[in-house]
């Protein structure tokens, strides 16, 4: 199945500098009882953005009209918790591209990937800094460059360098999933199981 | 140079490893339930493709079920119509299901282990973060999301990245009125809910070794609430024990073949760990969360850490889930009036569980300030509770004994605690609106548990034995 084709995206930020982020937030269970993939960011952090009304709470950040960014800057260990792929699911229904923390929770961040979605690891003073930036700024514009590996403040900032296993960076720049190649290996999945298992 | 319990199993099951790739894992025993698969079916049937194993894959529904008039249709359109889903899934691809009603029917990390699906030396997934709970006989298992789920559906196999190794040793011997959840919930408030994040974990020491299965399970299942991909622990006779003569453990000459081949998976002597962390069983207390992720326990006696005692980093959350709970920093939780005591969850509600709840509560009655909900983990223990005339020690003692299911642990079905009230949990998880909107949640042991019950606030279960 292919995917969008990931290279390099430059767009505005919306911070949320909570820590430990866990997946019960960023979509409750209550909302997890659709069986589509589509449809769940109308529930991105539901608790934190509607009163129990249903009323949007002017203090959040995802209320705010002006933010429009499609990169999402969190604080450290976002998505622990829940193994829920759902949460990947709203946040990328909701538009964002790219995630930046200085940790993510595992699950999660193997669930972003299978989305199409870019988790970013950065130094924790790095993450500072980017919440400072966006606090002088908040219409500041990040550059997120793949296929380079690394992000960049506009204009000019200081290129910070990024990890990303290269596999996984090859199938979001051509929008492979991993289903695509595990199909292709089916046969010789067969026989190593009737090797292991035999009778 | 020697290899870790983890290494052995791993290393049996790659399928395919080449340089740059994640491994490809081999996956022999798939579990599944309602809430995590319906889009990994629908992604088959776009692609016109079946279940590529299908004896390897067992079905139950959990986290949708209510836990009253089970026999009845589900109240709840939503609920309802994902599990009615489940079961169209499974008749569609050719999959058992353990559906309502079934004997077998559970929590899945219940039911994996008690029927003896679960053995020593298997690799073991399931779209659900507590399949690290598997880990206790022996095993590699871990969560994953539905993505991966279609992945193994499809093709039994996953890739993966083979993850740092940590030994977690826990030595000497446990106080009276401690038992493994102060353990776990110990561990997990020294090296806070990130700590285990990119390592899987092996629990050892002699603390362990002492600990019965359905104990083992308990720690291994919480793994994911300091991070870990997963936990395991070596086998041994208490898991040959265990297993031997369930449903589906191997049976006669069988089984002696698999026990001999069992004895070899314990990590070697010289094997080497990634980090090792050791804790001294004697220092643990009943513990008892206060804040809004698992790492945020303390000692029952002990304190709320004052914001002083926080790191200047984390103040900001530490306040706002302190708000969130309505609790001041500094102050003690003993004592601390609560609205609900829940006995249940993947985490705590085995036949032991309520055993231990059972025994300290015959005789006694629950605080009238309080509700008591007990939520057995299957059928099958709900079955054996009965046996036992563990029921009517709970009502007895005032405390409902409710049908099996999820239930109050995540507040996905009927069961939720309401808005902005307290709720004393053996459940995992802690998260704002967890177990409801607004509902503040402590996690403790099933003994501290029982405590409350009966004090209607939280209490020092030593006291009181």
């Given at each position: 199945m292919n995917r969008k084709e990931f290279k390099r995206m430059v767009s505005a930020m919306v911070p949320l500098?909570?820590?430990?982020?866990d997946t019960d937030q960023i979509i409750?269970?209550?909302?997890?009882?659709?069986?589509?993939?589509?449809?769940?960011g109308e529930n991105l952090f539901r608790d934190w953005r509607y009163d129990a009304e249903g009323?949007?709470?002017?203090?959040?950040?995802?209320?705010?009209?002006?933010?429009?960014?499609k990169i999402l800057v969190a604080g450290?260990?976002?998505?622990?918790?829940?193994?829920?792929e759902h949460a990947a699911w709203a946040i990328a229904d909701y538009g964002f591209a790219v995630l930046i923390s200085s940790f993510f929770g595992d699950i999660f961040k193997n669930n972003a990937l299978n989305n199409g979605i870019l988790p970013i690891q950065v130094p924790d003073a790095y993450l500072r800094f980017l919440f400072g930036e966006i606090a002088r700024d908040p219409g500041v514009e990040l550059a997120a460059d793949l296929e380079h590996q690394f992000i960049q403040v506009l204009p000019g900032g200081d290129q910070q360098p990024f990890d990303i296993n290269p596999y996984k960076k090859s199938c979001l720049i051509n929008g492979y999933d991993d289903l695509d190649y595990l199909l292709s290996l089916r046969p010789e999945i067969g026989r190593f199981e009737a090797a292991r298992y035999p009778g | 140079m020697g290899r870790t319990l983890f290494d052995k199993i791993w290393d049996a099951h790659v399928v395919k490893s080449q340089e740059g790739f994640p491994d490809v894992l081999f996956i022999d025993t798939h579990f599944i339930h309602e809430v995590t698969s319906p889009q990994a079916f629908n992604g088959l049937r776009s692609r016109g493709i079946?279940?590529?194993?299908?004896?390897?894959t067992r079905a139950t529904v959990d986290h949708?079920?209510?836990?009253?008039?089970?026999?009845?249709?589900?109240?709840?359109a939503m609920s309802r119509f994902q599990v009615d889903t489940m079961t169209r899934n499974c008749r569609d691809f050719g999959l058992e299901l353990y559906g309502?009603?079934?004997?077998?029917?559970?929590?899945v990390h219940v039911i994996g282990p008690e029927l003896g699906i679960t053995q020593p030396g298997m690799t073991i997934v399931c779209g659900?973060?507590?399949?690290?709970?598997?880990?206790?006989?022996g095993t590699i298992a871990f969560g994953i999301g539905t993505s991966e789920v279609e992945q193994v559906l499809a093709t039994q196999c996953l890739l993966q990245q083979k993850p740092k190794r940590m030994q977690i040793r826990i030595d000497g011997r446990l106080r009276q009125g401690v038992v493994s959840k102060d353990i776990i919930l110990h561990i997990i408030s020294r090296?806070?809910?990130?700590?285990?994040?990119g390592f899987f974990v092996e629990y050892a020491g002699d603390a362990i070794r002492a600990l019965s299965m359905e104990a083992r399970m308990t720690i291994c299942n919480m793994s994911i609430e300091m991070g870990a991909r997963g936990g395991m622990i070596a086998p041994d006779d208490t898991t040959y024990n265990y297993l031997?003569?369930?449903?589906?453990a191997p049976k006669g000459a069988a089984w002696d073949q698999a026990v001999a081949a069992w004895r070899r998976l314990p990590s070697d002597e010289d094997a080497e760990f990634d980090r090792t962390l050791q804790f001294d069983?004697?220092?643990?207390?009943?513990m008892v969360t206060y804040g809004?992720?698992?790492?945020?326990g303390i000692g029952v006696t002990g304190h709320i850490p004052t914001l002083e005692e926080v790191e200047p980093s984390e103040r900001n959350s530490f306040s706002k889930s302190l708000d969130y709970m309505a609790l001041q920093p500094g102050?003690?939780?003993?004592g601390k009036k609560l609205d609900y005591v829940f006995i249940g969850s993947c985490t705590n509600s085995r036949i032991e569980d309520l055993r231990m709840v059972a025994e300290f509560v015959r005789g006694k009655k629950k605080a009238e300030n309080l509700e008591v909900w007990i939520v057995p983990g299957s059928k099958q223990v709900e079955k054996q509770a009965i046996q036992e005339g563990l029921d009517q020690v709970f009502s007895a003692a005032g405390f409902s004994l409710r049908g099996p299911?999820?239930?109050?642990?995540?507040?996905?079905?009927?069961d939720k605690i309401p808005a902005g009230k307290y709720c004393l949990s053996t459940s995992n998880r802690n998260f704002?609106?967890?177990?409801?909107?607004?509902a503040r949640t402590f996690l403790a042991s099933p003994l501290t548990a029982a405590a409350a019950a009966v004090t209607g606030c939280i209490s020092d279960v030593r006291e009181m034995i």
């Open positions: 500098p909570a820590e430990n982020v409750p269970a209550r909302f997890l009882k659709s069986t589509t993939r589509t449809g769940f009323n949007p709470r002017k203090d959040f950040i995802l209320n705010d009209p002006s933010r429009t960014g450290k260990n976002f998505g622990c918790g829940s193994s829920r | 079946g279940v590529f194993m299908p004896d390897r949708n079920v209510p836990t009253l008039d089970q026999d009845k249709p589900i109240k709840e309502l009603g079934h004997p077998y029917q559970g929590i659900d973060s507590h399949t690290s709970t598997h880990g206790a006989l090296i806070s809910s990130s700590g285990g994040t031997s003569g369930r449903p589906f069983a004697a220092g643990i207390e009943p809004t992720n698992p790492g945020m102050s003690r939780l003993l299911g999820c239930s109050a642990c995540l507040g996905m079905n009927e704002e609106g967890r177990q409801g909107p607004q």
